[in-house]
């Protein structure tokens, strides 16, 4: 009888774990209690990540340890991980939304003839059923899904989940197994590292800060980088600013770009579009400025100033400044 | 060449979208429809491909109903050379896989060299199609890339995938199946020429028994959709800007915790 729940290691390439999978991890705990595994592809895997898993509530890590699984290439990873499934039955396959773990756990549900509930935001046990919920329709609506059988897979938005506490006596079986890793047909050129901005990846920080048609120009969002050093917040771009060239897109928040879900979300001259909504109205705390009362973003701030964002961006960062130098 | 498309239709993102009497899915009636905003960069993407080549052949393929003729003939509008239109209530209620299974069925019939859909369909926002056909059909696939290059004797294709932090390039040997992300290219709007052009051209009505195949119980289904729960109403912080900013950042220390 399977009983695992598997949850999929999301790490930083450069061997550790990411703190999202403290969240996939914890939500995994909270359902199966003890029957919780990390399953870690990858070229390189520390000591401290795998000890890393275990403080965060794995039982057992699976380590697929190879040169082959970095960069990742769905061709590769699928058929492996699959010949680990078909010998071990998991109840659940876990893993956190990023770029490849959206395409590799597709990949592979079809491989298992298994369903897949992608970006979801709330997992809950009916009965002996998983059910997940998932934003759909610009996320103007919830969708609960079920599943025919077991694995039940779905990948997790991050920031949305509850992270495990790291408990440091708590430790991991560690398992090698070795399965079949197929030749790959694809072949990594190069990978190109965007030019670093020195602020949290979009995706994964607790705060964002997000400029839109009302910042008038690219050179002004120096002052929301200027407070996001402040307050560690990555900044973001409504579409109006990236469609208008001020942005490049990787910092486009919204229906076309990137769905976040901070602690707190401070949009800057934002109209709130339909679509900008849609990758962002999952934040816990939303603050909105913006000069024109009317703007839709009102309706969901749950702090809004109406007033010149040019006048309040300053002051703003300056009480920020002296609020964390107190604290 | 020969290039297959695959497109979803989907309400246009400034409908209101109401559930429906059966709270599976939402009530149609006065939905504006359009092709997926993601699928219209696959769509420019293949018709780029054709044009630079001198020569080859844009097929559209899309699963649903009867109104989904229209998101084909969009894409004939574009410059795409025929259509195809899995409809048959059989595939009513297929879920991603079900769908991946039957466009493989139509590509394996098909032989394009190169497969291209959008990263994921802004209704359901699954993000699977795409990579589950690479699956059925045991092909290479790059998921969300900015950028595409097909070599001089479409053996290969080189392209950028977007992934945290960066851009990885591969070289994939055809055929392979590709999504693409916003910033691939800008979709062309349809000539007045085109959109004449688009009613003579050919879409093909495809039944699943045509493929020969029974569509599978899906493997996930929507149980009900929900509104969503109500965000406690806001509040507007007045005064002076000096006055507010100090009460924004006292509220979200003390009352919401936020920093």
């Keep these: ?327 | 060449m020969k290039i297959v498309v695959a497109i979803k239709q989907v309400p246009d993102t400034a409908t209101q979208v109401k559930i429906g009497g059966d709270p599976k899915a939402i009530d149609t009636a006065g939905i504006t429809w359009i092709v997926s905003p993601y699928d219209e960069f696959a769509i420019e993407e293949a018709l780029r491909l054709k044009e630079k080549r001198g020569q080859g052949e844009v097929i559209a393929v899309s699963l649903g109903p009867d109104r989904v003729k229209e998101a084909l003939r969009s894409a004939l509008a574009m410059g795409c050379d025929r259509a195809i239109h899995l409809n048959d209530p059989a595939w009513a209620n297929a879920d991603t896989l079900a769908t991946a299974q039957a466009l493989a069925a139509v590509i394996k019939q098909e032989q394009p060299a190169l497969v291209l859909c959008g990263r994921q369909a802004i209704d359901d926002d699954m993000g699977a199609v795409g990579a589950q056909l690479a699956e059925v059909l045991g092909w290479p696939c790059a998921s969300w890339i900015m950028e595409e290059a097909v070599d001089a004797d479409a053996k290969s294709v080189r392209v950028g995938r977007q992934v945290e932090g960066g851009l990885e390039v591969f070289d994939l040997p055809l055929p392979a199946v590709l999504s693409a992300q916003k910033g691939l290219n800008e979709p062309r709007y349809p000539t007045l020429k085109g959109i004449m052009g688009a009613k003579k051209k050919e879409i093909k009505d495809v039944k699943a028994g045509d493929l020969g195949l029974t569509p599978a119980a899906p493997q996930v289904a929507v149980k009900n959709l929900e509104a969503l729960p109500a965000r406690p109403p806001g509040r507007v912080i007045q005064g002076e800007i000096k006055d507010a900013v100090k009460e924004l950042v006292r509220a979200l220390r003390e009352d919401a915790k936020a920093i």
């Design chain 1, 1 to 327: 009888m399977a009983t695992a729940y598997w949850c999929i290691v999301e790490d930083d390439r450069k061997g550790s774990p990411k703190k999202v999978m403290a969240e996939v991890l914890g939500e995994a705990g909270r359902l199966a209690g003890a029957n919780v595994e990390a399953v870690w592809l990858t070229d390189k895997a520390s000591d401290e990540g795998i000890k890393q898993l275990g403080a965060w509530g794995a039982s057992k890590v699976w380590v697929l340890e190879n040169a082959a699984f970095a960069p990742y290439m769905g061709e590769v990873w699928v058929p492996a991980l699959a010949e680990l499934v078909a010998k071990e039955s998991p109840k659940a396959i876990f893993a956190p939304v990023t770029s490849r773990m959206r395409e590799f756990v597709a990949r592979l549900a079809a491989r298992l003839g298994a369903g897949l509930s992608a970006d979801s935001v709330a997992l809950a046990m009916e009965g002996d059923a998983l059910v997940a919920t998932r934003p759909v329709y610009a996320g103007k609506l919830l969708a609960k899904m079920t599943w025919a059988k077991t694995p039940w897979i779905a990948t997790l938005r991050p920031n949305v989940f509850k992270p495990a506490e790291s408990a440091a006596g708590k430790s991991a079986q560690v398992e090698k197994p070795s399965v079949k890793i197929p030749a790959a047909r694809m072949k990594l050129v190069e990978r190109r590292e965007e030019v670093s901005t020195g602020l949290p990846e979009l995706t994964e920080a607790e705060i964002v800060i997000s400029g839109g048609r009302g910042m008038k120009g690219p050179e002004n969002y120096v002052i929301l980088e200027d407070m996001g050093k402040v307050i560690g917040a990555a900044v973001g771009a409504s579409r109006a600013a990236v469609d208008a060239g001020w942005r490049p897109h990787r910092f486009q928040i919204g229906q076309t770009g990137r769905t976040i879900s901070p602690k707190l979300y401070l949009g800057f001259g934002v109209s709130g579009a339909i679509q900008h909504l849609a990758g962002m109205r999952t934040s816990k705390i939303i603050v909105a400025v913006n000069k024109d009362p009317e703007a839709p973003i009102f309706k969901i701030a749950d702090y809004g100033i109406v007033a010149d964002l040019f006048e309040v961006v300053p002051a703003l960062t300056d009480e920020f400044k002296r609020l964390l130098d107190k604290s």
